[in-house]
């Protein structure tokens, strides 16, 4: 089973360095590389029995920020998206941990969906502000607290639920 991952890394990682040299595009690399290569180690390396997101965790981000990288490198983005991208980009990772984690791991990232939709709610906001749809002194003003007050409720709802307890 390393084997296989080991070899997909490797066909991925040669797959971006064959289609950058061929098209010339002008993003890093790199990332994607360490992404992959922290995403190979947390599918392949399996301590006591469950996988360590300790590698998951830096893989995914890693990854997602080379996509951002790429998709803003090859101008796929109208200008009034391109200052919410990273967040995006980002606030995805976190929400890519959450599944990954619920599916394969032991089930202890809940705390990467709420990272990821604060992220995501920022991002939000601030193609708002970024838009003049709403002034960035509103926002600061009453955007910001009332994603905070959401957040806290959900919080708030998941310790009363008991949902968020450990079993």
Do not use: C
Request: aromatic content about 12%; hydrophobic content about 60%.
């Amino acid at each position: 089973m390393k084997g296989k991952w080991m070899g997909l890394a490797f066909i991925v990682i040669g797959a971006l360095l064959l289609l950058k040299n061929v098209f010339s595009f002008d993003f890093d690399v790199t990332l994607f590389v360490l992404g992959g290569l922290f995403l190979a180690a947390y599918f392949g390396v399996q301590k006591n029995g469950g996988r360590n997101i300790g590698f998951l965790i830096p893989g995914s981000i890693l990854l997602f920020l080379g996509f951002n990288d790429l998709v803003q490198s090859l101008n796929l983005l109208p200008r009034s998206l391109e200052s919410m991208a990273p967040l995006v980009f980002i606030g995805l990772s976190f929400v890519v941990i959450y599944v990954v984690s619920s599916v394969l791991g032991p089930k202890t990232a809940h705390w990467a969906l709420l990272v990821g939709a604060i992220l995501l709610a920022i991002a939000a906001l601030t193609f708002v502000a970024e838009n003049h749809w709403i002034s960035r002194e509103v926002l600061a003003l009453y955007g910001l607290p009332v994603v905070l007050i959401f957040v806290g409720v959900v919080i708030l709802l998941r310790a009363v639920s008991g949902a968020g307890r450990k079993s």
